[in-house]
């Protein structure tokens, strides 16, 4: 059966310092991925999507960016972080045969 | 562009009630709806998707949703409530872009089940 996997689950980063946070999916090949922000418990936007190796569409301008060195591995990144880049980050990934997405467990940044 | 709304910011209901969360859409062309449910610190859960078919789907843990197509919406129900469906829950369509097969969520409704 297939997993996701996000880390870490928590993060606490000062304002300027860079980020990493690691998806990986097993189980599938060739999902199409994606990296979700929750802000404020509420409304999910969609940040990056990739429909295969080095393939990454972003959604919106913003201090972020988004890589998938490997098919099953997709990684959210950021030189410098900036207060607003607070949030509930969630990665999901698409099974084509069922059309539904899977989502991780989420990582929660907080910027100080 | 296809946008999804969540009319209520919570709904409360008695342990053992019917309990009804609302969701209407707006897209071009033959929606894919879905409906999924979050808990506190944790990631979405999918619950039950409608795609063509039966107006009405039934999904995990009891519950069920009715596609409407001429009022476009989608309600989320479950004839029982139980506390622990006490949660976060989101409406959801599919992009219609190919490639890009994302998802736009509405705001989300607190569900709240009392004992």
């Known amino acids: 059966s297939q997993t996701i996997h996000q880390w870490p689950a928590t993060l606490v980063q000062p304002v300027g310092s860079p980020l990493s946070l690691e998806c990986t999916v097993e189980?599938?090949?060739?999902?199409?991925l994606y990296w979700y922000r929750q802000a404020a418990g509420r409304g999910l936007q969609l940040l990056f999507y990739?429909?295969?190796?080095?393939?990454i569409s972003s959604e919106v301008p913003q201090n972020l960016s988004a890589s998938r060195p490997q098919d099953r591995q997709f990684i959210l990144s950021s030189k410098k972080l900036l207060l607003s880049d607070s949030g509930f980050y969630l990665c999901?990934?698409?099974?084509?045969?069922?059309?539904?997405?899977?989502f991780g467990a989420g990582t929660r940044l907080s910027v100080l | 562009a296809q946008s999804v709304a969540q009319p209520e910011d919570q709904v409360n209901v008695a342990e053992g009630n019917p309990l009804t969360v609302k969701c209407t859409y707006s897209?071009?062309?033959?929606?894919?709806l879905f409906w999924y449910v979050q808990y506190p610190n944790r990631g979405l859960q999918f619950l039950l998707k409608?795609?063509?078919?039966?107006?009405l789907v039934k999904g995990s843990y009891g519950f069920e949703a009715e596609f409407n197509k001429s009022q476009t919406s989608f309600h989320l129900k479950k004839p029982s409530a139980l506390v622990s469906d006490s949660a976060l829950y989101f409406c959801a369509v599919r992009d219609m872009d190919t490639g890009r097969r994302a998802l736009t969520f509405g705001s989300g409704t607190r569900l709240q089940v009392q004992p």
């Open positions: 189980g599938t090949s060739n999902p199409n």
């Open positions: 409608y795609i063509t078919g039966d107006n």
């Open positions: 990739s429909v295969g190796i080095g393939q």
């Open positions: 897209v071009s062309g033959n929606p894919y």
């Open positions: 999901a990934w698409r099974d084509r045969a069922k059309n539904i997405q899977y």
